[in-house]
């Protein structure tokens, strides 16, 4: 669990994962990047009023470390079998997700990750989504961004060379790209087990439509070029020209909502 001045979110994040009723121990390990905030006074609180909150380790950097190099730190503490993820302004509602998920790993070995469907709490308001039944993935899919929330993913701890993510500008799409690059599936199982903030403050959520285009290129077109996959490479390249269409369209028919610099960046990436 990454965490960076979450105080107002902290506490329910931390207690989905307390809820959890598994038949296997779980650790929870929260790395906190410096918060100036109460963060670490409400985590302390946390453990101890809560009985089960032996299952925490929890580290606060001395100094920042910035959101990517603090989720590759965090994953370098994990000694399980599986890992599964969800940051400090996000939460778990299933108190039985981490227990279907291991389930559904044990029994269907050429999946390296699994996840689920998520709620929306937008600004404070609650945007139920619709389930839809179960869902398979590759790592061509991922492409044009066809993957799993980060807060429902759980994937296999041993299939990960943490050397190689720090390299990438966007952790979570690169974390998948190297769970798949040998043929494995990803898999989004049929339930909802938990919501994602939007309030313009996180990682992601308040990140520009353009910012959001550069840090998905950036990432999949390194992995591209580590990989050496043609295959790959060329759906990226009509995936990035999808883009530029799109965005002539969005020109001609919503004008307001045009950017030049995602057709600029997009062009630029056609050619790259």
Known sequence: MMTYQHEKSIRKAIEGVLMQKANF????????????????KIVNQIIKENDTAHIIKYTKHRLNKGVHQNFFWAYR?????????CEGDDYW??????????????????????????????????????QTPFLTFNLYDIISNNRIPTLTMMFRNHLIDYQNLPQYPLGDVALLLELTKSGQKLAKLGFNSGVYRYHGQGANSGSSRYQNRKVQFETKFLFAKNIKNQKFYRKLK??????FIDELKRLLLHPKDFDYNILKLSFKYLFK
């Open 77 to 85: 503490q994990t000694q399980g079998k599986y890992i599964a993820l």
């Open 93 to 130: 509602t299933d108190p039985y997700k981490l227990q279907k998920q291991v389930d559904f790993m044990e029994t269907n070995h050429d999946f390296s990750v699994c996840g689920t469907y998520c709620d929306i709490e937008r600004y404070g308001k609650l945007e139920k989504v619709k």
């Open 238 to 243: 009509i995936y990035v020209f999808k883009i």
């Open 25 to 40: 121990p779980v650790e929870l390990i929260i790395a906190d990047d410096a918060s100036p905030d109460d963060t670490q």
